[in-house]
């Protein structure tokens, strides 16, 4: 049997943000751990003009709610992007995870060849053929953000590695 | 028409690999406006048990090659991972893209429920059918380490951006 759109999308954005919310968990333990400042990890950027850990993982999270509304056409839930702490990053998590599992997997096949349009920078829109979206638009850009926010705790000490990256500890 | 094993790797792993190629330009034109030593560069990590930049780069190779090999069942060209500057580099994602170039997509399609077996770690194989392969551990192995490359460049402030990234500064 082919991909389908569906098959092509939803589990890896279902299982790369539950690896994502694993690292959390980690960075929690490691903050717990360290008696740290949370902040710390949640605020560090690898580059001065990167975005934070915490803007990390919000974005990647959008990648995926995003990518899903925009080629169904039916508007995600809008959440306001005021998380912080690890505890609201893993309910941000969650709160999309909830979302994607409402998407049947018949409002995504199907659509290979439909329009999507979608924002790029401050002032400018762009339009993809949903499949060459899914691949080359927001599959790249979650696992970018969730590759930097692994990046980052590494970067810090936490403890993780490839078993977590691929499979949230238990690759 | 549903996407096929073929396009579901081929033009993401030869994008990726292209963008890749393009941070190491950037990463040379950085060094020759630096003057710095451009093994700075080349072995530098994130994190002390992290692998360095060069090592980044051959795995991303080898997550592509390997994959493209091991779904279609014929032995992709041994490299001997020797590659320690930025020319020798870019001269190793020139060779799996000239690898990629020679593999048919019939080679790949309908491949979906193939089991694929290969190596995790140093003494255990890990058995997948090709499409869950595909997914679940060739694209996030190739995503990771383009990433990371990216994450070190970015660090030590070379001028790399999210064009770059998803579409070699011309995205």
């Known amino acids: 049997m082919s991909i389908s ?4 999308s939803l589990p890896i954005f279902i299982t790369m943000l ?3 919310n694993h690292f959390l968990d980690k960075a929690q333990q490691f903050v717990d751990t360290k008696k740290c400042d949370p902040t710390a ?3 560090f950027r690898l580059a001065p003009d990167m975005l ?3 803007r990390q993982v919000i974005i990647a999270c959008d990648a995926a709610k995003n990518a899903v509304a925009r080629i169904t056409g039916n508007p995600a ?3 306001e992007d005021t998380e912080t702490t690890i505890p609201e990053l893993k309910e941000r ?3 999309t995870l909830d979302y994607l599992a409402t998407v049947p997997a018949s409002a995504l096949d199907g ?3 439909k329009e999507v349009t ?4 401050r002032d400018s829109t762009r339009t993809m053929k949903a499949e060459s979206y899914l691949k080359h638009w927001a599959l790249p850009n979650l696992f970018f953000h969730v590759t930097t926010t692994y990046a980052i705790l590494r970067h810090n000490g936490v403890e993780l590695g490839k078993a977590d990256f691929l499979g949230g500890g238990v690759a």
């Open 18 to 20: 539950r690896n994502l």
């Open 93 to 95: 998590i969650q709160k």
């Open 41 to 43: 990890l949640t605020q």
């Open 118 to 121: 979608f924002p790029v920078g």
């Open 5 to 8: 759109m569906s098959s092509a």
């Open 111 to 113: 659509t290979e060849e």
């Open 77 to 79: 839930p809008k959440f």
């Open 52 to 54: 934070p850990l915490a």
